[in-house]
Protein backbone atom coordinates (compact mmCIF):
# COMPACT_ATOMS: atom_id res chain seq x y z
CA UNK A 1 0.00 0.00 0.00
CA UNK A 2 0.93 3.38 -0.75
CA UNK A 3 2.53 5.51 1.91
CA UNK A 4 2.62 9.13 1.04
CA UNK A 5 3.84 11.64 3.58
CA UNK A 6 3.13 15.81 2.65
CA UNK A 7 2.92 18.57 5.22
CA UNK A 8 -0.01 21.03 5.60
CA UNK A 9 0.73 23.90 7.24
CA UNK A 10 -1.85 25.71 5.49
CA UNK A 11 -5.26 25.73 7.71
CA UNK A 12 -3.86 25.49 10.92
CA UNK A 13 -1.54 28.16 10.73
CA UNK A 14 -3.92 30.36 9.42
CA UNK A 15 -6.29 29.89 12.37
CA UNK A 16 -3.31 29.39 15.08
CA UNK A 17 -1.85 33.02 15.65
CA UNK A 18 1.51 32.67 16.87
CA UNK A 19 2.30 29.36 16.29
CA UNK A 20 2.49 27.66 13.47
CA UNK A 21 0.82 23.90 13.44
CA UNK A 22 2.35 21.41 10.40
CA UNK A 23 -0.08 18.53 9.97
CA UNK A 24 1.51 15.36 8.74
CA UNK A 25 -0.95 13.88 6.57
CA UNK A 26 -0.08 9.65 5.24
CA UNK A 27 -2.10 9.05 2.42
CA UNK A 28 -3.24 5.02 2.21
CA UNK A 29 -5.06 3.58 -1.12
CA UNK A 30 -8.59 4.51 0.80
CA UNK A 31 -7.75 7.02 3.53
CA UNK A 32 -6.02 10.79 4.60
CA UNK A 33 -4.72 10.25 8.24
CA UNK A 34 -4.22 13.16 9.85
CA UNK A 35 -1.87 13.04 12.82
CA UNK A 36 -3.35 15.58 14.71
CA UNK A 37 -1.11 14.58 17.77
CA UNK A 38 1.83 11.79 17.91
CA UNK A 39 0.14 8.47 17.53
CA UNK A 40 -3.46 10.09 17.09
CA UNK A 41 -4.78 9.96 13.51
CA UNK A 42 -7.90 11.76 11.98
CA UNK A 43 -8.94 9.33 9.24
CA UNK A 44 -11.35 10.87 6.33
CA UNK A 45 -12.26 8.78 3.60
CA UNK A 46 -10.21 9.93 0.40
CA UNK A 47 -12.97 8.83 -2.34
CA UNK A 48 -12.05 5.71 -3.14
CA UNK A 49 -15.06 4.35 -1.88
CA UNK A 50 -17.47 5.43 0.02
CA UNK A 51 -17.01 5.62 4.05
CA UNK A 52 -19.11 8.80 4.44
CA UNK A 53 -17.90 9.75 8.26
CA UNK A 54 -15.10 10.79 9.60
CA UNK A 55 -13.13 8.15 12.14
CA UNK A 56 -10.36 8.18 14.35
CA UNK A 57 -7.49 6.44 15.34
CA UNK A 58 -5.88 6.36 18.70
CA UNK A 59 -2.52 4.15 19.22
CA UNK A 60 -1.43 3.25 22.50
CA UNK A 61 1.70 1.40 23.83
CA UNK A 62 0.51 -1.52 23.25
CA UNK A 63 -2.26 -1.54 20.89
CA UNK A 64 -4.60 0.89 19.39
CA UNK A 65 -8.75 1.92 19.92
CA UNK A 66 -10.55 3.36 17.07
CA UNK A 67 -13.55 6.19 16.64
CA UNK A 68 -15.86 5.15 14.77
CA UNK A 69 -15.75 2.97 11.82
CA UNK A 70 -17.77 4.12 8.24
CA UNK A 71 -20.91 3.44 6.59
CA UNK A 72 -20.15 -0.79 5.84
CA UNK A 73 -18.38 -3.50 6.43
CA UNK A 74 -16.23 -2.66 3.39
CA UNK A 75 -15.51 1.23 4.50
CA UNK A 76 -14.47 -0.54 7.53
CA UNK A 77 -12.08 -3.12 6.30
CA UNK A 78 -10.66 0.20 4.23
CA UNK A 79 -9.85 1.71 7.75
CA UNK A 80 -8.71 -1.48 8.97
CA UNK A 81 -6.17 -1.56 5.76
CA UNK A 82 -5.14 2.01 6.33
CA UNK A 83 -4.67 1.45 10.13
CA UNK A 84 -2.38 -1.24 9.13
CA UNK A 85 -0.06 1.35 7.24
CA UNK A 86 0.95 3.55 10.35
CA UNK A 87 0.96 0.42 12.57
CA UNK A 88 1.55 -3.01 13.58
CA UNK A 89 -0.06 -3.31 17.00
CA UNK A 90 -3.47 -5.18 17.29
CA UNK A 91 -6.98 -2.98 17.50
CA UNK A 92 -8.73 -3.67 20.70
CA UNK A 93 -11.13 -1.17 20.98
CA UNK A 94 -14.05 0.34 19.01
CA UNK A 95 -15.80 3.20 20.48
CA UNK A 96 -19.26 4.33 19.01
CA UNK A 97 -19.91 8.24 18.53
CA UNK A 98 -23.48 7.18 18.22
CA UNK A 99 -25.86 4.70 16.47
CA UNK A 100 -26.16 6.28 13.11
CA UNK A 101 -25.70 4.09 10.26
CA UNK A 102 -22.92 5.96 8.58
CA UNK A 103 -20.66 5.75 11.75
CA UNK A 104 -21.54 2.49 13.14
CA UNK A 105 -22.16 -0.21 10.09
CA UNK A 106 -18.41 -0.77 9.55
CA UNK A 107 -18.31 -2.63 13.05
CA UNK A 108 -18.33 -6.00 11.47
CA UNK A 109 -15.67 -5.83 10.18
CA UNK A 110 -13.81 -5.29 13.09
CA UNK A 111 -14.65 -8.79 14.08
CA UNK A 112 -15.76 -10.66 17.30
CA UNK A 113 -12.55 -10.27 19.45
CA UNK A 114 -12.52 -6.35 19.52
CA UNK A 115 -14.42 -4.44 22.18
CA UNK A 116 -17.10 -1.90 21.32
CA UNK A 117 -17.67 0.73 23.14
CA UNK A 118 -21.00 2.83 22.87
CA UNK A 119 -23.66 4.45 25.06
CA UNK A 120 -26.12 2.80 26.55
CA UNK A 121 -28.40 4.53 24.05
CA UNK A 122 -26.73 3.47 20.99
CA UNK A 123 -26.86 -0.05 22.65
CA UNK A 124 -30.18 0.03 23.04
CA UNK A 125 -30.72 1.28 18.84
CA UNK A 126 -28.30 -1.17 17.86
CA UNK A 127 -29.79 -4.30 19.89
CA UNK A 128 -33.33 -2.71 18.67
CA UNK A 129 -34.17 -2.91 15.01
CA UNK A 130 -31.54 -0.81 13.61
CA UNK A 131 -32.14 -1.48 9.90
CA UNK A 132 -35.79 -0.53 10.44
CA UNK A 133 -34.67 3.15 11.75
CA UNK A 134 -36.18 5.92 9.22
CA UNK A 135 -33.00 7.58 8.89
CA UNK A 136 -31.10 4.33 7.50
CA UNK A 137 -34.14 3.69 5.52
CA UNK A 138 -33.65 7.03 3.61
CA UNK A 139 -30.11 6.81 3.17
CA UNK A 140 -30.91 3.68 1.20
CA UNK A 141 -33.25 5.49 -1.03
CA UNK A 142 -31.23 8.11 -1.32
CA UNK A 143 -28.54 5.97 -2.98
CA UNK A 144 -30.80 4.05 -4.84
CA UNK A 145 -31.73 7.14 -6.73
CA UNK A 146 -28.30 8.55 -6.99
CA UNK A 147 -27.60 5.10 -9.33
CA UNK A 148 -30.74 5.95 -10.91
CA UNK A 149 -30.07 9.33 -11.66
CA UNK A 150 -26.66 8.49 -12.81
CA UNK A 151 -28.00 5.75 -15.30
CA UNK A 152 -30.44 7.97 -16.67
CA UNK A 153 -27.84 10.91 -16.83
CA UNK A 154 -25.13 7.87 -18.86
CA UNK A 155 -28.40 7.24 -21.18
CA UNK A 156 -28.35 11.09 -22.37
CA UNK A 157 -23.94 11.58 -22.31
CA UNK A 158 -22.43 13.00 -24.91
CA UNK A 159 -19.23 11.30 -25.62
CA UNK A 160 -16.84 13.63 -23.89
CA UNK A 161 -19.90 13.38 -20.61
CA UNK A 162 -19.19 9.23 -20.38
CA UNK A 163 -16.02 8.67 -18.87
CA UNK A 164 -16.66 10.46 -15.58
CA UNK A 165 -19.99 9.47 -15.65
CA UNK A 166 -19.40 6.10 -15.47
CA UNK A 167 -16.58 6.75 -12.85
CA UNK A 168 -19.28 8.20 -10.52
CA UNK A 169 -21.63 5.05 -11.56
CA UNK A 170 -19.35 2.66 -10.66
CA UNK A 171 -18.18 4.15 -7.27
CA UNK A 172 -21.92 4.41 -6.22
CA UNK A 173 -22.94 1.27 -7.44
CA UNK A 174 -20.25 -0.40 -5.28
CA UNK A 175 -21.64 1.22 -2.28
CA UNK A 176 -24.76 -0.13 -2.89
CA UNK A 177 -23.50 -3.80 -3.38
CA UNK A 178 -21.32 -2.72 -0.40
CA UNK A 179 -24.50 -2.24 2.06
CA UNK A 180 -25.66 -6.38 1.23
CA UNK A 181 -23.10 -6.84 4.37
CA UNK A 182 -24.17 -4.54 6.29
CA UNK A 183 -24.86 -6.44 9.53
CA UNK A 184 -25.55 -4.44 12.34
CA UNK A 185 -23.68 -5.08 16.08
CA UNK A 186 -24.25 -3.27 19.18
CA UNK A 187 -21.84 -2.03 21.44
CA UNK A 188 -20.20 -5.04 24.16
CA UNK A 189 -19.92 -2.34 26.60
CA UNK A 190 -22.51 0.16 27.27
CA UNK A 191 -21.51 4.22 28.66
CA UNK A 192 -23.95 6.04 30.96
CA UNK A 193 -22.11 9.08 31.63
CA UNK A 194 -18.52 8.94 31.58
CA UNK A 195 -15.99 6.71 31.08
CA UNK A 196 -11.90 7.07 31.12
CA UNK A 197 -9.32 4.23 29.46
CA UNK A 198 -6.06 4.58 31.02
CA UNK A 199 -3.75 1.80 29.28
CA UNK A 200 -0.53 2.03 27.56
CA UNK A 201 0.12 5.57 28.62
CA UNK A 202 -2.68 7.50 27.12
CA UNK A 203 -5.89 9.08 28.80
CA UNK A 204 -8.73 8.71 26.84
CA UNK A 205 -12.42 9.92 28.08
CA UNK A 206 -15.76 9.51 26.92
CA UNK A 207 -17.98 11.78 28.11
CA UNK A 208 -21.95 11.74 27.25
CA UNK A 209 -23.10 15.95 27.91
CA UNK A 210 -26.76 15.30 27.26
CA UNK A 211 -28.83 14.77 24.43
CA UNK A 212 -28.53 16.33 21.17
CA UNK A 213 -27.77 15.13 17.34
CA UNK A 214 -29.03 11.26 18.64
CA UNK A 215 -30.58 10.33 22.21
CA UNK A 216 -26.96 8.67 22.88
CA UNK A 217 -23.83 10.96 21.38
CA UNK A 218 -21.18 10.71 23.44
CA UNK A 219 -17.58 13.03 22.93
CA UNK A 220 -14.12 11.40 22.70
CA UNK A 221 -11.92 13.70 24.45
CA UNK A 222 -7.80 12.86 25.04
CA UNK A 223 -7.08 15.76 28.00
CA UNK A 224 -3.35 15.52 27.08
CA UNK A 225 -3.64 16.57 23.48
CA UNK A 226 -6.62 18.85 23.73
CA UNK A 227 -8.37 17.37 21.61
CA UNK A 228 -12.26 16.42 20.68
CA UNK A 229 -13.83 13.94 19.00
CA UNK A 230 -17.37 15.05 18.50
CA UNK A 231 -19.10 12.43 15.97
CA UNK A 232 -21.92 14.63 14.67
CA UNK A 233 -23.33 16.29 18.30
CA UNK A 234 -21.07 19.37 16.78
CA UNK A 235 -19.89 19.74 13.35
CA UNK A 236 -18.51 23.03 11.90
CA UNK A 237 -21.81 23.69 10.47
CA UNK A 238 -25.64 22.55 11.00
CA UNK A 239 -25.89 18.55 11.75
CA UNK A 240 -28.75 16.80 10.92
CA UNK A 241 -31.51 17.21 13.09
CA UNK A 242 -33.56 13.76 12.01
CA UNK A 243 -32.93 12.05 15.32
CA UNK A 244 -32.44 15.09 16.96
CA UNK A 245 -33.22 16.97 20.24
CA UNK A 246 -32.64 20.35 18.74
CA UNK A 247 -34.01 21.83 21.78
CA UNK A 248 -31.80 20.44 24.67
CA UNK A 249 -28.75 20.40 21.91
CA UNK A 250 -27.64 24.24 23.09
CA UNK A 251 -27.32 22.86 26.58
CA UNK A 252 -25.54 19.76 25.62
CA UNK A 253 -22.97 21.56 24.01
CA UNK A 254 -22.71 24.74 26.90
CA UNK A 255 -21.32 21.41 28.74
CA UNK A 256 -18.98 20.11 25.89
CA UNK A 257 -17.72 23.57 25.92
CA UNK A 258 -16.39 23.42 29.76
CA UNK A 259 -13.80 20.94 28.34
CA UNK A 260 -10.17 22.02 27.67
CA UNK A 261 -9.69 21.57 23.92
CA UNK A 262 -8.22 23.10 21.37
CA UNK A 263 -9.44 21.25 18.26
CA UNK A 264 -12.41 19.64 17.09
CA UNK A 265 -12.74 16.47 15.28
CA UNK A 266 -16.41 16.31 13.79
CA UNK A 267 -17.78 13.37 12.53
CA UNK A 268 -18.30 14.83 9.08
CA UNK A 269 -16.19 17.77 7.32
CA UNK A 270 -12.55 18.92 8.46
CA UNK A 271 -10.95 19.41 11.93
CA UNK A 272 -10.99 22.92 13.49
CA UNK A 273 -9.88 25.09 16.03
CA UNK A 274 -11.90 28.27 16.01
CA UNK A 275 -14.28 27.46 19.00
CA UNK A 276 -17.07 30.58 18.29
CA UNK A 277 -18.12 27.61 15.40
CA UNK A 278 -19.84 25.83 18.75
CA UNK A 279 -21.57 29.47 19.37
CA UNK A 280 -22.93 29.83 15.95
CA UNK A 281 -24.71 26.47 16.05
CA UNK A 282 -25.32 26.62 19.93
CA UNK A 283 -27.45 30.09 18.81
CA UNK A 284 -29.28 27.98 15.60
CA UNK A 285 -30.78 25.36 17.42
CA UNK A 286 -31.87 27.52 20.14
CA UNK A 287 -33.14 29.94 17.47
CA UNK A 288 -34.85 27.42 15.41
CA UNK A 289 -36.88 26.18 18.57
CA UNK A 290 -38.22 29.35 19.44
CA UNK A 291 -39.14 29.54 15.52
CA UNK A 292 -40.59 26.36 15.86
CA UNK A 293 -42.60 26.72 19.36
CA UNK A 294 -43.95 29.96 17.87
CA UNK A 295 -45.13 28.74 14.40
CA UNK A 296 -47.20 26.03 16.06
CA UNK A 297 -48.60 28.07 18.60
CA UNK A 298 -50.35 29.93 15.56
CA UNK A 299 -51.36 26.62 14.34
CA UNK A 300 -49.26 26.06 11.45
CA UNK A 301 -48.80 22.19 10.63
CA UNK A 302 -45.15 20.94 10.41
CA UNK A 303 -44.68 21.10 7.18
CA UNK A 304 -46.10 24.91 7.41
CA UNK A 305 -43.63 25.24 9.99
CA UNK A 306 -40.65 23.90 8.34
CA UNK A 307 -41.58 26.25 4.96
CA UNK A 308 -42.13 29.20 7.42
CA UNK A 309 -39.83 29.01 10.09
CA UNK A 310 -37.01 31.97 9.51
CA UNK A 311 -33.12 31.63 10.54
CA UNK A 312 -32.14 34.21 8.24
CA UNK A 313 -30.32 36.25 10.62
CA UNK A 314 -27.99 33.06 10.85
CA UNK A 315 -26.46 33.87 7.10
CA UNK A 316 -23.37 35.27 8.12
CA UNK A 317 -22.19 32.53 10.45
CA UNK A 318 -23.66 29.44 9.09
CA UNK A 319 -24.64 30.25 5.42
CA UNK A 320 -28.46 30.46 5.93
CA UNK A 321 -29.94 32.67 3.35
CA UNK A 322 -33.24 31.09 2.68
CA UNK A 323 -36.31 30.89 4.60
CA UNK A 324 -36.94 27.44 5.72
CA UNK A 325 -35.50 24.50 7.68
CA UNK A 326 -35.32 20.62 7.32
CA UNK A 327 -38.52 19.38 7.18
CA UNK A 328 -38.01 16.23 8.72
CA UNK A 329 -36.18 18.03 12.35
CA UNK A 330 -39.47 20.40 12.45
CA UNK A 331 -41.74 16.95 12.58
CA UNK A 332 -39.84 15.74 14.75
CA UNK A 333 -39.54 18.88 17.05
CA UNK A 334 -43.41 18.76 16.84
CA UNK A 335 -43.56 15.04 17.55
CA UNK A 336 -41.51 15.73 20.61
CA UNK A 337 -43.65 18.81 21.52
CA UNK A 338 -46.60 16.96 21.54
CA UNK A 339 -44.94 14.40 23.35
CA UNK A 340 -45.74 11.25 20.62
CA UNK A 341 -42.41 10.27 21.23
CA UNK A 342 -39.69 10.92 24.18
ZN1 LIG B 1 -25.19 10.98 12.83
Known sequence: MARVKLILAGLFSLLLAPSTVAQEVITTDTHNLEEVAPGVYFAIGNGALYTMS????????????????????????????????????????????????????????????????????????????????????????????????????LAEASHNERAELETQLEFWRAHVRAQDKIDPVPPTVSVSDRMTLYKGGREIQIHFFGRAHTGGDIGIYLPEEKILFTGDMLLGGISYMGDGYVSEWADTLQRLKQLDFEMVLPGHGPSFLDRERIDYVQSYYTDLTAEVVRLKGIGYSAEEAAARADLRQHADTLGVTQIGANAEAVARMYALLNGTIE
Do not use: W
Open 54 to 153: NALIIERRDDIVVVDSHITPAAGQALLDSIRVVSDKPITALINSHFHYDHANGVPAFGSDVEIIGHEYTRAKLADDPMNEQTFLSSLRRFDNTVTRLEQE
